[in-house]
């Protein structure tokens, strides 16, 4: 697994094996999820289901061998420091 922040929310690229899902629970530092999407490393569009909770959301995605980019991009919450954009 790749992660890292990217601007307003992060990237992951996750390997697994083909016909399993990939699941994720991501930590969003009290941020809502403007937009989830879940891509092959050659773009191709997977099917992402993601299910929000408190300050995490997990995300289930089919698992790609070569790897699937799993992209979240949040919207700011008051409570969140800019300086400290992840809660972390």
């Known amino acids: 697994m790749e992660q890292r922040p990217a601007g307003n929310g992060y990237r992951m690229i996750l390997r697994g094996p083909a016909e399993t899902p990939g699941v994720v629970r991501l930590f969003t530092g009290g941020r809502t999820a403007g937009r989830i999407t879940a891509t092959t490393l050659d773009g191709h569009p997977l099917t992402v289901d993601a299910a929000p909770a408190s300050d995490?959301?997990?995300?289930?995605?089919?698992?790609?061998?070569?790897?699937?980019?799993?992209?979240?991009?949040?919207?700011?919450?008051?409570t969140v420091s800019a300086s400290r954009p992840w809660g972390i």
């Not at 995490?56 to 008051?78: E, Y």
């Open 56 to 78: 995490t959301v997990r995300l289930r995605f089919p698992n790609v061998p070569d790897g699937a980019v799993s992209k979240w991009s949040g919207v700011a919450d008051d």
